[in-house]
């Protein structure tokens, strides 16, 4: 059963940087893309980066080389390594399927998310 379990997030202040940390056993099991997705403060959710199986890697443009997704398959694990945070990363982070059960859409079930806030 599919289950997300996001980790690492903080109270950082500008410039700083942070790892965030998701289990998804599930999809790395079945060699299944993981996402990171982010939803700020009175914002809908977005797409921040995705890794597929084999470890290529997608980013939004805004991301401008700030974030880094990687994953290890042997501890299903996938991580987001934010560099430079700005205000404007002030979010609650998730990791999801981006398509979920071979759609285009994320699991309609997200974890708990990770806080971020970047502030002084």
């Known amino acids: 059963q599919a289950q997300f379990v996001e980790s690492g997030g903080g109270l950082v202040q500008p410039g700083g940087s942070l790892t965030l940390s998701c289990t998804a056993a599930?999809?790395?099991?079945?060699?299944?893309?993981v996402s990171w997705y982010r939803q700020p403060p009175g914002a809908p959710r977005e797409l921040v980066a995705t890794?597929?199986?084999?470890?290529?890697?997608y980013y939004m443009d805004y991301v401008k080389d700030r974030f880094t997704i990687s994953r290890d398959n042997a501890k299903k694990m996938v991580y987001l390594q934010i560099n430079n945070l700005e205000p404007e990363d002030t979010a609650v982070y998730y990791c999801n399927s981006p398509r979920f059960r071979g759609s285009t859409s994320p699991s309609p079930t997200w974890g708990q998310g990770t806080q971020v806030i970047v502030a002084q």
């Open positions: 599930s999809l790395i099991q079945n060699r299944e893309a």
């Open positions: 890794i597929t199986h084999g470890g290529s890697t």
